[in-house]
C-alpha cells in the first residue's frame, strides 16, 4: 500500500502507470481489463486505462484523490452496453466501481475512514454538479463541505481526461462551482 501510494502521489505518478500497468494490475486486479479497453462513445478520445491515467495526472497529488480517480472507471467493462447505433453505454459503472473501490480498500488494508470516502468519491465521480442553490445545496447534505469540495476536482479531472472539451472550460466550471458553495456557506 505504502508503494503504491507513493507511486500514485509521485511526479512521475502517468509515465509510471502508463509504463507498468501490469504491476498496478497484480495490486488491483481489477484494472486489467481497462487496459486497452476501448470506449467507443464520442464522450471519450482515449481507452479506459488511458482515461484513467489522465484523471489520475489531473487530480492533486493526495492519496484519496489518486486512488479515487485510479478506480473511478474500473465498473466500465462490466456494464458496457451497446445502443442502436453501435455506441457504447455504461450505465451503474459507477456503482460497480464503488464495489471494485471497496474490495480494493479492503486489500490495501485502508483504515474506515478512508475506505468510505473512497468509495464514496468513487461512487459520486459521476453525479451532476451544479451551481444552482437547490442542487448545490442538496449535495452539501449528501456529501459534507470537505467531500464535495474533493468532488469538484475529480469531476474536473474526469472531464478532463475525456479530451473532449478545453481544459479551460473544466477550470471555468470547477471555478464557478468553487464560488456558489462559497457564496452559499
Same mark, same amino acid.
Given at each position: ?7 500514485? %502521489? ?6 509510471? $502507470? ?6 498496478? %494490475? ?102 451532476? $454538479? ?17 467531500? $464535495? ?37
Amino acid at each position: 500500500r505504502e508503494e503504491m501510494m507513493k507511486l500514485l %502521489c509521485g511526479k512521475e505518478c502517468g509515465r509510471i $502507470l502508463r509504463a507498468f500497468p501490469e504491476v498496478f %494490475c497484480l495490486i488491483v486486479p481489477e484494472l486489467k481489463a481497462t487496459v486497452g479497453y476501448q470506449q467507443n462513445n464520442p464522450h471519450h478520445l482515449y481507452d479506459v486505462w488511458e482515461h484513467t491515467v489522465r484523471a489520475v495526472e489531473n487530480v492533486d497529488a493526495e492519496p484519496l484523490l489518486r486512488l479515487t480517480m485510479l478506480l473511478h472507471d474500473t465498473g466500465k467493462p462490466l456494464t458496457m452496453t451497446l445502443d442502436e447505433e453501435g455506441v457504447s453505454h455504461y450505465y451503474g459503472h459507477p456503482v460497480e466501481s464503488a464495489k471494485i473501490a471497496a474490495k480494493t480498500a479492503e486489500r490495501l488494508k485502508l483504515d474506515r475512514a478512508t475506505a468510505n470516502d473512497l468509495v464514496t468519491l468513487v461512487e459520486a465521480h459521476d453525479i451532476p $454538479l451544479s451551481t444552482e442553490r437547490k442542487i448545490l445545496l442538496r449535495r452539501l447534505r449528501k456529501f459534507g463541505e470537505v467531500n $464535495l469540495r474533493l468532488l469538484f476536482g475529480i469531476h474536473r479531472a474526469d472531464r478532463i481526461a475525456t479530451g473532449t472539451r478545453s481544459e479551460d472550460e473544466k477550470n471555468e466550471d470547477t471555478r464557478d462551482l468553487i464560488g456558489a458553495l462559497d457564496t452559499l456557506l
